[in-house]
């Protein structure tokens, strides 16, 4: 294998997110982590796994970013990346079920989030708007009032490391206020911290097809209004809300993830069906990535394999991936993770008591579109989905024999039932001797994999390789480093495989075709790669099918429900349009603001030129570390601009952050970067970015950048939200790139003078709260001596 030196961008991400105090290298966090889930072992075993543990992470096998980051220290972060929180259908205290009510659950979340966790929460349970409360002899609000507290708990939660925490809502399709839930996204600032999804049935489904008629039910009585207006109770007990057509239902739900990207659709009857746990437990949500449906108080215990580390021979004609050493790696990541849930914080005693009664871990890989490339595949070629296939089976082999060679030494876990585990329809699935051997000795972890998405750890440990199951979204790129003396370095940053290629076979070779990325493939090829792992995997993959803007809708339906039939559990996707900044943005006051900058009025052909395909190979990039300042503080992100040059002009042609760089949710983020991709492509780049810097939200004003005044002051920059901000830093990186390369800007950063980045050691402004400033933006106008004035820029406006 040719040899690599590291790239300042993984130093730099594993610098910020992962080492602690005095150490300096991978290595030495390695060293801390291996000691720390070790000494879960015997005193006298703990050395030797520690070292066993420590090869394993060198040969590729990590933990998850909370594992890594905060595994052996003094901390009271946990190490589990994210859990679901019950939420019954009481106002305090518990149900009869043991499950929290509102205002419990609440608290129990802000806990949670406190300790570093994202929470997902099924709120199907609580009563419909209009619904008697017979112990006030009121009327309900409705689950959506109450997911408008918890999204505003979440706000003023900071979980451990400033990390905000992500949050999932789910309702199921047979909710009565389920239209409401999938529509409360479209109004400005709701729910800025979840993600959001359907729990649709495979009767629903059913519906759908033979266009029948749906009932909208819930166990609580409703009004009598509501009574008046055709409510009535089944048989079974439930009330009947009102009945609604199936396919029109269906339709609402379709054009909602079509146009705003959400909701998510999760297929919970294939979820529990599958479920190794289905005589136990009943899953009704999902982790904020969907890719861990869980119980009530259930966790989801992570660490990927790098799978670029066993491709041996890469780019050659004897080019192999090492089943071998991959199966020993994940048989000892089995013993690792299982530790984790015994060395780390639980904020919960009820998380720790169903961590102790499953012990669920998920074993799961990232890398996965380069090491096909390695091995001379395609992504979106049957030979790549069948190397896909078989690596997915591999894993599972292995982690369930592991997971059975552990519960011979420390015991199954404890709501292990043979005749029942084995009847799930996962474990159908298994090799007869693998069933057998559970059959005979138990099994440790109730579920032992998961395919998630890696964030910073592919960057930090994997020298950029693809995220998780994703193929390749870059080649390469720029990254722009403000110096000490305030002047900017660049420095190359790129995909491992690409780097690889280069490395071994000269700066000027030609990619081969089997270089391809992410925004080259159908949406059909996306799923093609899911249905294929997914029988494998025992909980869910964490994946976005993208599809271009001119879709067709009833192919769109069609998708979802062929992800359906093919037994898929859930299904993202995002196609980019219009719809999605202008359902976000407000029109500003304008008596408090001058008219908006505009874009440059004369294109050239090279900007305004359609490009109907982005060509094969490396293109010119930069990226651009971001600082900005929030009500929470300061916050750092990476940016990344591809060009190329069209009829001469050199324009920006594609658009990247990588993911987990922040707490919030990525969906927004992944989804507008791919949105302006196909914008640039289509020559109206600058009214996308336009749009986006008018997007508002409720949550305060951002900080970032500075600009010079003409009497040669320098003031700080506003911006109405966190959208606002990106799309203006991109702005300024285009009109950066234009000025070094001495041709016109074709996207004027709205600033008549120069802008730069915030300097890391600014501190925010001490501005008095007001009226929206209209040179700086920021909210910090105030009457001084009759006068409007801007306690952060000095802004003096109409005096009287």
Not at 338 to 356: C, F, G, I, R
Not at 618 to 630: F, G
């Amino acid at each position: 294998m040719t040899s690599l030196n590291t790239q300042p961008i993984s130093q730099d991400v594993l610098a910020e997110k992962y080492l602690a105090a005095g150490e300096q290298t991978a290595e030495d966090l390695f060293r801390r982590v291996s000691k720390a889930l070790a000494d879960q072992e015997k005193p006298e075993l703990r050395a030797e796994w520690a070292e066993k543990f420590f090869q394993n992470m060198q040969a590729g096998a990590i933990g998850a970013g909370r594992i890594m980051a905060a595994a052996g220290l003094d901390t009271k972060a946990t190490l589990i990346n994210c859990f679901v929180q019950p939420v019954a259908d009481a106002t305090n205290g518990f149900d009869e079920h043991g499950n929290p009510g509102i205002y419990t659950a609440l608290s129990q979340a802000a806990e949670t989030m406190r300790r570093g966790g994202g929470v997902g929460y099924d709120f199907s349970h609580l009563r419909p708007k209009g619904a008697k409360v017979k112990g006030t002899n009121s009327f309900a609000s409705g689950p959506c009032s109450f997911i408008d507290v918890f999204d505003a708990s979440c706000t003023t939660v900071e979980s451990a490391g400033a990390r905000r925490g992500a949050q999932m809502g789910v309702m199921r399709i047979d909710h009565p206020d389920v239209l409401d839930f999938i529509t409360a996204k479209r109004q400005k600032g709701r729910w800025n911290n979840f993600n959001v999804s359907v729990g649709v049935t495979s009767a629903f489904m059913q519906a759908v097809e033979s266009d029948a008629q749906w009932e909208l039910v819930h166990i609580a009585t409703p009004s009598d209004n509501q009574i008046e207006e055709g409510a009535h109770q089944r048989e079974d007990g439930k009330w009947v809300y009102r009945t609604v057509a199936a396919r029109e239902l269906w339709d609402t739900i379709m054009k909602s993830a079509y146009d705003f990207a959400e909701p998510g659709i999760l297929f919970i009857d294939n979820i529990n069906t599958d479920n190794n746990l289905y005589y136990a437990e009943t899953i009704a949500a999902t982790n904020p990535c969907g890719e861990q449906p869980l119980p009530p108080y259930g966790c989801c215990d992570l660490g990927p394999i790098i799978l670029t580390k066993f491709v041996r021979d890469a780019f050659t004609e004897n080019a192999h991936f090492d089943f071998e050493a991959f199966r020993a790696a994940v048989s000892i990541q089995v013993r690792m993770l299982d530790n984790v849930l015994d060395a780390t914080v639980w904020p919960l005693p009820e998380q720790h008591k169903e961590s102790q009664q499953k012990r669920r871990i998920g074993v799961g890989f990232t890398g996965l579109g380069d090491a096909l490339i390695m091995l001379g595949l395609k992504y979106n070629s049957e030979a790549g989905v069948a190397q896909g296939e078989e690596i997915a089976r591999n894993m599972r082999d292995a982690a369930y024999l592991a997971s059975v060679e552990l519960a011979k030494e420390k015991g199954a876990f404890p709501l292990f039932d043979a005749d029942k585990y084995l009847q799930s329809g996962f474990t159908q699935r298994l090799p007869e001797e693998i069933r057998a051997a559970i059959r005979k000795h138990g099994i440790r972890n109730s579920h032992l994999l998961s395919i998630a998405p890696t964030g910073t750890v592919s960057l930090a440990f994997a020298d950029n390789a693809s995220n998780g199951i994703e193929p390749p979204f870059s080649w390469t790129y720029q990254r722009k480093k403000r110096t000490a003396d305030g002047g900017n370095a660049f420095y190359t940053v790129e995909d491992h495989a690409y780097r690889l290629y280069k490395a071994k076979f000269g700066a000027d070779a030609e990619l081969p075709a089997y270089f391809v990325s992410a925004l080259e493939m159908t949406a059909a090829e996306h799923v093609a790669m899911m249905r294929a792992v997914q029988p494998y995997i025992d909980t869910a993959i964490s994946k976005t099918v993208n599809i271009p803007a001119d879709y067709p809708f009833e192919d769109f339906k069609n998708l979802y429900m062929e992800s359906w039939k093919a037994g898929l559990k859930g299904c993202a996707t995002y196609r980019p349009n219009d719809t999605l900044g202008a359902v976000l943005s407000v029109e500003a006051p304008k008596t408090e603001e001058k008219p908006a900058p505009q874009p440059a009025a004369a294109h050239t052909s090279g900007l305004s030129a359609v490009v109907e395909r982005r060509p094969e190979g490396p293109l010119n990039a930069v990226v651009d570390k971001i600082e900005y300042y929030t009500h929470d503080g300061v916050r750092r992100l990476y940016l990344v601009v591809s060009f190329m040059y069209v009829n001469g002009v050199e324009r920006p042609i594609e658009f990247f952050m990588p993911v987990g760089q922040t707490g919030e949710s990525q969906q927004w983020i992944t989804a507008t970067m791919r949105s302006l991709s196909l914008a640039a492509r289509g020559g109206f780049l600058d009214k996308a970015l336009d749009d986006l810097r008018k997007v508002a939200w409720d949550r305060g004003p951002i900080r970032y950048g500075w600009r010079d005044k003409e009497d040669g002051t320098r003031i700080p920059l506003w911006h109405d939200s966190e959208v606002a901000l990106l799309a203006y830093a991109i702005q300024s990186i285009i009109a950066n790139r234009a000025s070094q390369e001495q041709q016109p800007a074709p996207i004027n950063p709205a600033a008549p003078a120069t802008v730069t980045a915030t300097p890391a050691a600014a501190t925010p402004a001490q501005a008095m709260s007001g009226t929206k400033c209209p040179e700086c933006g920021a909210h910090a106008v105030i009457k001084k001596d009759g006068c409007s004035f801007c306690t952060s820029c000095g802004y003096i406006g109409a005096c009287g």
